[in-house]
Structure formats: structure tokens, C-alpha cells
């Protein structure tokens, strides 16, 4: 088995080969252990991306909008990814973002999972039907579980989801109520020798 | 009284890395502190009667152990060879996370032998491999053989029986990546486990020894002296290989060197010095003197700095004795002050070092700070601004920003990874093929780049907005983001001019590392001696700590 070191490694110097700059290299090296560690397929996919990319050219996204359509060609998922992540805080006002046509979009994800722990919430994307939820670059919880490339995703929905609570206000209470049967009664003394106890506290 | 921390732009200039020297925070040191307490054994002993065969040694805490695997071989003097592209060795070490079955015993019997073309698993954790000296093995045999001990002088000359060719660890060919065990409290400080392989490699050296000569004449033989055991340690042959570590590191690195400057810097700002600490300071700096004098190495390059190194501390000596009161305050800040006056770099690192040595109260908290969480740097601020970008290139790389990167000088070097072998190279950019295929290790002149590109940017412009053009720029735009929290993670020179001497860098990892004896064999390659003096695995438990300074050689 491949340790991560060597996946880290290895995919950051065939993204230099590949022709990306050195920077985006070492972005792409974190991604593919990052995907390998969550038990997603990044090194089939960016192997298969990268003997793609010498019969085929890719458009390059640089500035993301709300909406992003390629003209032509399918955008490159390292290029749309590495803007993703840079511009993820200006990003997180949209809400959601569209992409149609990314190439490779698995080697797209992990820079919106890292996004998300920059900015401090969940997104969830689908790439076509299948769906992913990136928990803080945490985790990635999905129902995609082949192990399989995929070459492309037509349409591509990124919704940065607000940080609150996955429960009924109604069950949170009854969970607490049930808590406080580990607490024990104070008695009066020893409420007046707690801490602040008989002190005034408007000195 | 505040002592400042050094400034970056002194401290991290190559000059002054290549001049550090073993301390109490080097890693050799920390990792015998930290394992004295563990249970030491050897569980396997199975060689023949040349030597060769398998061994297994162990240190145990509670239900953790660690174990050494040793495979020796036999070698024809025709292929042993200290180069890294050698493909045979003496004897190829591994260590493993556990107690090693049989099957993984004859797993690792067909792998570790091959080294860089062999596989590991998760539950192996550092790989070696180690070639002898024959010169001093096969005395030392013919000596103990007849039952006399072998002759101290020509041991001294050598200083071991073995020296290793290279130590892989966190993840090198398959071994366990540093996220499986870095919560583990016993390896917080960095290269433990790398310590302890070499640490271990030299009991067997010594086990190896006697044993051959107790089959050569078993009615004669005697085993090798304990005390002669414990002037000898493992030599290691180091190339450029660790060069480059220390710039892909930057945050790794700070962690070092801010420990060493934080421990120089409270040591500085003791008002009074006890009478016992500078009796001690003195102590171990007059014995460690021995250090130097026997330091051998036929590198011109070296030889002067070793006579420069003891005409220096002569006169420090002197100074201390004559002319100097540690009972006057802040006494320890006077000796720096006065070394930085007076005396080369090789000395004031020297001094440095030594003064660390009565204060176990200073330097221990240090050292598991040493490590580093290097991927939560990682990520680039890119909401921050240009001109705050130029605010810490100019701060954090003053001197840099000044090389003229339009002199050939300046950049005649590149540095690139060998097709044969995936290590480190270095070479003239004038006169080699390969430069189009440069590894990203020419910070300087990328730094230089980035503030030349940055010079006709809007001040309020954001980060992301910079590399939608500029990605080609991206690894130099993390760096500066991480210097500027980090300030000692960059070497403040130039590691692409024409006079870089690139064994500066080795020598700066190897000082850490606890190495002593540093031989440089060119600019680019040099030999060092680790745990010579140190106490052997039965001694651990009452060691004295300040063995470095007790070698007999």
C-alpha cells in the first residue's frame, strides 16, 4: 500500500509535469492524499485526467460568478479548483454557485472541501446525481461509493450550508432534561461558600 | 532586562547554520532522555558464524514496543559502496511498530535488504541501512579473537563499526505515515524513532563484533570492552539529500531553531547565575574540548574552521578566567555579547550550545515544541492584501530582495531530482542539462521575482485577485504568509548562487540531529559520527546526561 507521503509526492510532481506551476503542484499533492485518506479515488482520476489533458485542452476558470458555463471546452478541475479556494470567502455571500461542464470533478472536490474549512461551514455539492456533503475537510460524506473515474459532470451545484443545528429544539430538550439527572442538589451552606459567594459585587 | 530574540537575517544565513553544533535540545540527546525508562532487550540473536543473519532488538513501555529488525549480509568488498545509488549493503535495518511475527520477519527479509526498491507497511516505521568500516570491524574482530581489546587509537581514528548510508522514515517506500502515531507522547520531539533505529543499529554493531570473533577462536575470544563500546557510535554518510528537507519544512524548521533562540534568550536573561551552573559551564566547555582535538577530517574546508573553532574558545578560556566575573549580573548575556565581539561564528554557535548545558529547567519544555503541524499553514490568506504582502517581504526578506538576480552568480546553480536514483542534486546551470526541470528550491530568487511583480500592484488588491495571474508565483506567495508567523522557517541566503556551500545545510539538519565530528568529503557530502560516548541500552536507566563531553576519543 501506498503511504500518503509518497501520494502527496508523487502527484505533486506529475501536476509539475503536467505543466501547472509549482504552487498549484503542492495544492494538488494535499488534494489527492486528502481524497485517498477519505477513501475517494484521486489518483485514478488525476492519472486519467492528466493522459486526457495531452489529447485534449481544457478551459481555464479563473474568476468564479454565480453561474459559470464553459464556452467550449469543460473547464480544468485544478484551475476552476484552485480558484475556488482562493476566492472561497467572497464566494460564500453567493450561497450557491453553478458550473456546468467540469472535467475529472472529483479532483474539483477536494478544494470546495478545504474551502469549507476555511469558512467555517458544511457545503454540500452534486456533481450530476451524485451527491457530496464536506464536513470541514473533516470528512466527506457521500453517496458515491464506486471506485470509479469519473470523466466529467455536467452540471455542478456548490451550496454553502449556514451553521445550524441538525435537531428539533424539542429534542434538544428532552436530551437535557435527561442530562440533569447527573446533577446533585446544592445545599443552602454550601451555596454561601461558592465562589463570589458573600462578596459584593459592586466594589 | 528583555534580551531580543537574534535577528532572522543574522541567525539564518547559511554561513551561520553551517556553524551550529549538538546540544541539549538535539534530537539524539532528547530521545535517550526520553526512552531511559523503557524496557531494552535483545529478543532474536540468529547469526552465523560470520555475522550474518537476523537479529531483533526492542524497547518496551507498558503495552507499546518498538523493535528493531536487523538483516546482515554477506558483501564483496567490490560492492560496498557509501553512494546512495549502491544496491547492497552490510546489513539493512527496520523498525517496527509492535513485536514482529515470524511472517513478518521473512515479509521484511525480502524487502528491507532491497531498501529504495523494497516495500513496507504501515507497521513499519523507519528504514535503514548500514555498510562497515572494515578497516575497524575487522581489527576489532582479529583483536577480541585473540582475547586482547582492539587498539584505542586506531578506533578513535574511525569512531565506529558501522555507518549507515541513509534513514527513510513518514512514509518513505510504505513505511507509516507521521498521522498514525504522531499523538504518540514518546515521539513528540522530531527523528525519535529515527534515534532510536540508529541507536540500536550501534548495539548490534557491538553484538555483531563479538560474536564473529567468539566463533573465530571460542576458547580465546573476549568480548569487546564496555568502555570502548561506548566510544564508539554509528558514522552516517550524508548527501545532499537532507538539503532540501529543510527548505520544503519552513514551519519544521522555525520550530527548531525558535527553541534553540528562545533557550538563548532566557539563558541571557538569568540576573544571577548560580555558582553550580557556571561551575558547570565551565566544566563541560573546558572537557569538551576533546571534541575538537580529536576531530579528524582531511577537508581543508574543515580543518580551518576546526582551527579556527579552538584558537577561538583558547581565547574565550582565557577570557572567562581572566577577565571575566559570573558573579556580576546577567552574566551568561556579558559572555554572548562579549563572543559576538570578538570571536567567528563557528564559536559563538559553539558557546551557544554550551550554555544551554546547566539549564535541563530552560531547554526541556523546548523540546516537544519542536514538532510541527504543518499542514495548518498550509493554506494561502488570499483575503489578505499586495500591500501587506510587500510589508512582510520587505520586513522578512530584506536582504534577499537585494541580491542582483540579473548576475549569472546569482543564479548559476539549480537544483533537480536524479532520474536514477529520485534523490537531490545540485549543478551548474551553465554547463548541466536539466535546469528547464528545476525543483523549487531557489527561494531567494522567487522571492525577489514575486516583489519585482508585486512593485506594480495596487496596494488594496487582494491575494486572490493577484494569482489569477500570477499562480506561477503561488509556492513563494505561501512562504511569505508563513515567515511571516514563522520568522526563522527561511534560510535568509542565497541556495542558487555561485559560492553556496551546500554542505552548510547538511550540517545545519545534522547539528539537531546531535551529530559530531562533522568530515565534509566535497562541498556537497560529508561523514559524521552520532552517539559516540553515549551509554549503552543496559546503562540507560542512571546515564550520566552529559556524556557527549565524556568521550575518550
Not at chain 1, 479556494?85 to 470533478?105: G, H, M, R, S, W
Not at chain 2, 505515515?177 to 522530531?190: A, C, L, Q, S, W
Amino acid at each position: 500500500m501506498k503511504s500518503l507521503s509518497e501520494i502527496d509526492t508523487t502527484s505533486k510532481r506529475a501536476c509539475k509535469a503536467a505543466g501547472y506551476s509549482w504552487g498549484i503542484a503542492e495544492e494538488v499533492g494535499k488534494n489527492i492524499r486528502l481524497l485517498e485518506m477519505f477513501g475517494l479515488p484521486g489518483i485514478k482520476n488525476l492519472n486519467d485526467y492528466f493522459k486526457k489533458k495531452k489529447q485534449k485542452r481544457f478551459e481555464n476558470l479563473n474568476l468564479i460568478n454565480k453561474e459559470n458555463k464553459a464556452i467550449k471546452l469543460e473547464f480544468c478541475p485544478i484551475i476552476a479548483g484552485t480558484s475556488f479556494l482562493d476566492q472561497a470567502k467572497a464566494l460564500e455571500n453567493l450561497n450557491e454557485i453553478y458550473f456546468e461542464k467540469i472535467a475529472y470533478p472529483l479532483l474539483f472536490l477536494p478544494f470546495v472541501s478545504r474551502a469549507s474549512e476555511i469558512i467555517g461551514k458544511r457545503i454540500f455539492i452534486k456533481l450530476d446525481d451524485k451527491e457530496f456533503l464536506l464536513n470541514f475537510n473533516n470528512n466527506i460524506y457521500s453517496n458515491f461509493l464506486s471506485n470509479n473515474i469519473i470523466e466529467n459532470a455536467k452540471t455542478i451545484s456548490v451550496k454553502f450550508l449556514n451553521n445550524v443545528d441538525s435537531f428539533e429544539k424539542k429534542e434538544w430538550e428532552e436530551l437535557y432534561r435527561l442530562s440533569e439527572d447527573t446533577f446533585v442538589e446544592e445545599s443552602d451552606s454550601l451555596k454561601e461558600t461558592g465562589a463570589g459567594a458573600g462578596l459584593t459585587d459592586n466594589d | 532586562m528583555n534580551v531580543e530574540l537574534r535577528d532572522p537575517n543574522v541567525v539564518m544565513k547559511l554561513s551561520r547554520l553551517g556553524s551550529f553544533h549538538q546540544s541539549k535540545l538535539s534530537f539524539l540527546r532528547s530521545f535517550l532522555k526520553e526512552f531511559k525508562d523503557w524496557e531494552y532487550k535483545r529478543d532474536l540473536f540468529e547469526l552465523n558464524e560470520n555475522g550474518y543473519g537476523t537479529a531483533v532488538y526492542s524497547f518496551k513501555k507498558s503495552t507499546r514496543v518498538y523493535s528493531l529488525i536487523c538483516y546482515a549480509n554477506e558483501l564483496n568488498e567490490n560492492e560496498r559502496s557509501d553512494r546512495v545509488i549502491a544496491t547492497k549493503w552490510d546489513a539493512a535495518f527496520v523498525l517496527h511498530d509492535g513485536v514482529p511475527t515470524k511472517q513478518d520477519i521473512e515479509r521484511l527479509r525480502n524487502e528491507v535488504p532491497k531498501q529504495e526498491v523494497g516495500r513496507l507497511s504501515y507497521k513499519e516505521l523507519t528504514l535503514s541501512r548500514a555498510n562497515k568500516s572494515v578497516r575497524a570491524f575487522n581489527h576489532v574482530v582479529e583483536s577480541l579473537s585473540k582475547g586482547n581489546q582492539p587498539d584505542i587509537e586506531l578506533l578513535s581514528k574511525v569512531g565506529y563499526l558501522y555507518r549507515t548510508t541513509a534513514v527513510y522514515g513518514s512514509g518513505k517506500f510504505g513505511l507509516a505515515d507521521r498521522f498514525r502515531i504522531k499523538n504518540r507522547e514518546e515521539i513528540y520531539g522530531p527523528f525519535r524513532l529515527e534515534m532510536m533505529l540508529v541507536y540500536l543499529v550501534r548495539q548490534f554493531t557491538f553484538d555483531q563484533v563479538d560474536h564473529v570473533a567468539k566463533h573465530k577462536n571460542p576458547k580465546k575470544a573476549v568480548s569487546l570492552d564496555d568502555e570502548i563500546c561506548r566510544n564508539l557510535g554509528i558514522g552516517n554518510s550524508t548527501g545532499l539529500g537532507m538539503a532540501p528537507f529543510i527548505v520544503n519544512h519552513p514551519t519544521l524548521l522555525n520550530n527548531w531553531i525558535v527553541a534553540k533562540e528562545i533557550a538563548l534568550k532566557t539563558i541571557r536573561e538569568i540576573k544571577d547565575v548560580k555558582t553550580e551552573d557556571s561551575d558547570l559551564f565551565k566544566i563541560y566547555l573546558k572537557k569538551s574540548i576533546k571534541n575538537i582535538t580529536s576531530w579528524n577530517t582531511d577537508s581543508e574546508y574543515q580543518q580551518k574552521k576546526i582551527k579556527s573553532l579552538l584558537d577561538d574558545l583558547n581565547k574565550f578560556i582565557q577570557f572567562i578566567e581572566k577577565d571575566f566575573d559570573f558573579l556580576k549580573e546577567f552574566a551568561f548575556n556579558n559572555i554572548y555579547l562579549w563572543a559576538e565581539e570578538n570571536l567567528g561564528e563557528e564559536c559563538i554557535e559553539y558557546i551557544v550550545s554550551m550554555m544551554m548545558e546547566p539549564y535541563d529547567d530552560i531547554v526541556n519544555p523546548l523540546i516537544n515544541q519542536m514538532s510541527s503541524e504543518e499542514e495548518k499553514y498550509f493554506n494561502i490568506p488570499t483575503d489578505r492584501t499586495i500591500g501587506e504582502l510587500r510589508e512582510i517581504l520587505e520586513k522578512k526578506y530584506s536582504e534577499i530582495i537585494k541580491i542582483d538576480f540579473s548576475k549569472k552568480e546569482n543564479y548559476q546553480n539549480f537544483w533537480f531530482i536524479s532520474k536514477n536514483k529520485e534523490e537531490p542534486r545540485m549543478a551548474d546551470r551553465f554547463n548541466e542539462n536539466g535546469s528547464e526541470l528545476e525543483q523549487p528550491l531557489a527561494i531567494a530568487r522567487d522571492i525577489k521575482k514575486l516583489y519585482e511583480v508585486i512593485s506594480v500592484a495596487k496596494n488594496s488588491s487582494t491575494i486572490d485577485k493577484f494569482l489569477l495571474n500570477n499562480n506561477d508565483l503561488r509556492h513563494v506567495v505561501r512562504r511569505a504568509f508563513i515567515v511571516e508567523k514563522f520568522p526563522y522557517s527561511e534560510i535568509q541566503d542565497n541556495t542558487i548562487g555561485q559560492s553556496i556551500i551546500p554542505i552548510d545545510m547538511l550540517r545545519l539538519k545534522l547539528s539537531f540531529f546531535g551529530a559530531l565530528k562533522f568530515d565534509p568529503r566535497s562541498d556537497k557530502w560529508l561523514r559524521i559520527c552520532m552517539f559516540q560516548g553515549a551509554p549503552l541500552p543496559h546503562e540507560l536507566k542512571n546515564y550520566n546526561p552529559y556524556w557527549v563531553y565524556n568521550s575518550l576519543n
